[in-house]
């Protein structure tokens, strides 16, 4: 009894001498459980990470594949073309061909060698392609030498899109970054093509071509691949005393009865260049109404009145609202030009900005005409003051990106926004000159911006092949628009409803704000750098990598007029009369048109 005692008056103490023991064990137990949370915490999120990734590139397989399937469609409809062209022609061919063996074989194949240069000249993906194969040889074979420490020298060393590369293809350009085509590279554009390389003259109506005659003496304008065929196509039918068949058909009795429309234009020589894409994706020559080049604020055509000779290439140019001044800007300075008067040019002002070898890649202008923006490849955007006797600096904005790539401002010219190279939109409030917002969304860098006329709606569209649409008001994205080429530039009509996009493909898609369906239109052969809305939205411009200027009919794309420059069109302006154009080249110079109505 005395044993038991003893053990049950001991139990109680033993008990005390392990709480601590106790407290120790449940704190580690506490902190395993906390770093096995932990642990799960992270890969929980790296698996939502590979989850957005993998839907994305799921998104972009989808889109390759809806794209390689219009290509196969286009090709087919190519292959109908031309078998219709064959068996027009065959009938036609002259008496001396017939009874000759030999010389109608060696006729023959050059005839519809040029069919093929111009039947299949209508943009269509497939010869976008083989485009793309000879530009890629072209760039290597016609770049003037460049010397060193100029952005050209640049090009090995500009990192390529984020993400694996597999993901981002740029069809038929192996080995060739297309950020280096020019976002971050201005001088890599200059030069990149021979002299007329693609100056085919612009179609009038959908596919309407000049006459035969004016295409004969042209014929060495298409792409060299092109050359031998054409020429001597052209060449056999001047000998045989007909016209090059495919430019200007001399049988117009020969359309085959029931040929639908696309394929008629493509048997008479006229290649479409606009698409009407519906919402499950079917691609259909657009018919223009009677009145698309006619009626008030069309222009009819634009003249050249002045040459602004910057210096350095021309990344950015504004135009005042008075239409008095441009502002250029190239490398290290934005230059101010009066073109109130005729006769030659020199800057008035310069405004030294940012480092003096970096880019100016956008300046704007506030409505009074008093303040100008300046942003570039610096972390750091400019307000320059004009409204004093020499412009100067009255503050700096600085964020934390590396550079920005485009600029827009508000329509009350409180607040400004900017592109900036790691996809984000910054806000600014110009009064207080301070940070208000960041829009994130963006992957990789945002190129362009664009902001509707009631300041509800910012467009912007990047260099991860997307276009999104925020809300100014709460702050947050609306939309979001996926393409399978990186986006250069965009513009948003000023009466509302559509919103055009130029790709770095080459293409101009024009797509309706609020339903499923879109223009996609084919006048330029490379990069387009930059668009720009006629301030009555009935119009607007593009500029490419391909020297064009090119001005469409809202929204549909009929071709108002074209001009070729010397060297890449790398940015433009419309004044807010409509009445001017302006210019920025690879060729160190600004040109300012005058618009004819």
């Known amino acids: 009894t005395s044993s038991r005692r003893h053990a049950a008056s001991g139990t109680p103490q033993s008990l005390k001498l392990t709480y601590p023991e106790t407290l120790d064990r449940i704190k580690e137990e506490f902190q395993f459980l906390q770093t096995q949370y932990h642990s799960l915490k992270l890969e929980c999120e790296k698996l939502a990470t590979e989850k957005t990734e993998i839907q994305r590139h799921y998104v972009m397989y989808y889109e390759m594949s809806y794209g390689l399937n219009i290509e196969m469609h286009k090709q087919t409809e190519i292959a109908k073309r031309l078998n219709v062209i064959c068996a027009q022609l065959i009938p036609f061919l002259s008496q001396e061909v017939g009874h000759t063996h030999t010389r109608s074989h060696s006729v023959l194949p050059s005839v519809v060698s040029l069919c093929l240069v111009c039947g299949s000249t209508s943009r269509t993906v497939g010869v976008h392609a083989h485009t793309h194969s000879l530009v890629s040889r072209t760039e290597k074979s016609s770049t003037p030498g460049m010397k060193p420490g100029t952005p050209m020298s640049q090009e090995s060393n500009t990192p390529g899109p984020s993400g694996p590369p597999q993901f981002r293809p740029v069809p038929g350009k192996p080995g060739v970054d297309p950020l280096a085509l020019g976002l971050r590279n201005p001088l890599a554009m200059q030069g990149a093509y021979p002299p007329g390389a693609f100056g085919l003259p612009p179609p009038g109506v959908n596919g309407d071509l000049p006459g035969a005659a004016s295409y004969g003496a042209g014929l060495h304008l298409v792409s060299p691949q092109m050359n031998g065929a054409a020429a001597a196509a052209a060449a056999a039918a001047a000998g045989y005393g007909r016209s090059p068949v495919g430019y200007e058909s001399p049988h117009p009795h020969m359309r085959v009865p029931g040929l639908p429309a696309s394929l008629q234009s493509a048997a008479s020589g006229k290649p479409a260049y606009s698409f ?74 310069q405004l030294d900005c940012l480092n003096r070898d970096n880019y100016i890649r956008s300046c ?56 900036c190279s790691d996809g984000n939109i910054v806000v600014w409030d110009l009064h207080n000159q301070t940070l208000v917002r960041q829009f994130q969304g963006h992957t990789d860098g945002a190129s362009c911006i664009d902001i509707s006329n009631d300041g509800t709606k910012l467009w912007t569209g990047g260099l991860d092949n997307t276009v999104r649409c925020w809300d100014l008001r709460e702050g947050r994205q609306l939309q979001q628009h996926d393409f399978t080429s990186q986006i250069f530039s965009l513009g948003y009509c000023p009466t509302g409803e559509w919103l055009a996009v130029g790709m770095e493909s080459s293409n101009v898609e024009v797509l309706h704000v609020s339903k499923p369906d879109k223009y996609q239109l084919h006048l330029h052969e490379s990069c387009v750098l930059s668009l720009k809305f006629a301030y009555c939205g009935k119009w607007f411009v593009s500029t490419g990598k391909d020297n064009l200027l090119n001005a469409w009919r809202t929204p549909y794309g009929s071709s108002i007029f074209q001009s070729k420059e010397s060297s890449s069109v790398l940015s433009c302006d419309i004044s807010p009369d409509d009445q001017f154009i302006v210019t920025g080249s690879g060729d160190k110079k600004a040109t300012v048109y005058e618009v004819i109505y």
């Open 276 to 349: 009407h894409v519906s919402a499950d994706g079917q691609m259909q020559p657009v018919p223009f109404p009677p009145d698309a080049l006619l009626g008030p604020g069309i222009p009819r055509h634009a003249r050249q009145i002045h040459t602004l000779n910057h210096g350095e290439v021309v990344c950015a140019v504004t135009i005042s609202t008075s239409t008095r001044h441009v502002y250029t800007g190239g490398k290290g300075c934005v230059k101010v030009w009066d073109i109130s008067q005729p006769g030659s040019k020199s800057p008035m002002a």
């Open 364 to 419: 704007k202008l506030l409505s009074d005409g008093r303040t100008l923006i300046v942003g570039g490849e610096a972390s750091t955007l400019s307000i320059w003051d004009l409204a004093t006797p020499t412009p100067r600096i009255k503050a700096e904005l600085t964020s934390s990106a590396p550079a920005c790539y485009a600029l827009a401002i508000s329509p009350d010219n409180k607040v400004c926004f900017s592109c």
